[in-house]
């Protein structure tokens, strides 16, 4: 069965980013736009800071590639930081698997490295995951 035309446009790529409780799912499509759309919104009305859209541009700014993908992320979970650092990374795994020659400079940036940080658990006995109660001596 040949394939048509419509499903050639279609085809993307695609990238995981998660950090602390956020997921984002990036689907890149070369030969774009420069559509860059998060859950359905555009990037910048999403992330409204500047600290928050560059951290989800970067990877395109770092490869030379803003512009050239049409890009849509669907994000979940976490804070709106949290959110912008899973979509960066998931940008760079995409960019990544697109052309294996960015992963060298990505991951001297340190786009492709993911942060393992958690919030600790609470501890029985305890407030939080550390404070405990306020000691009295009588």
């Known amino acids: 069965m040949p394939i048509a035309l419509s499903d050639v446009a279609r085809r ?5 980013g998660r950090r602390k409780t956020a997921i984002a799912r990036v689907r890149i499509t070369h ?11 555009p990037w910048d009305k999403y992330f409204p800071t500047i600290d928050m859209q560059k ?8 490869t030379g590639n803003w512009g050239k993908f ?13 959110q912008a650092g899973a ?8 960019l990544v698997k697109h052309d294996e020659s960015y ?3 990505l991951r001297d940036t340190g786009m492709m490295t993911r ?3 958690h919030k600790e658990r609470k501890k029985p006995g305890l407030k939080r995951a550390r404070k405990a109660p306020q000691w009295q001596k009588r």
């Open 12 to 16: 993307y790529i695609e990238g995981i």
């Open 115 to 117: 942060d393992p940080r």
């Open 87 to 94: 979509v960066k990374l998931g940008v760079a795994r995409a």
């Open 103 to 105: 992963r060298k400079i």
């Open 70 to 82: 049409d890009v849509s992320v669907k994000v979940n979970g976490g804070g709106p930081h949290s």
């Open 55 to 62: 951290a989800a541009r970067d990877p395109f700014d770092i």
């Open 31 to 41: 030969n774009g736009s420069g559509v860059f759309l998060v859950n359905n919104l």
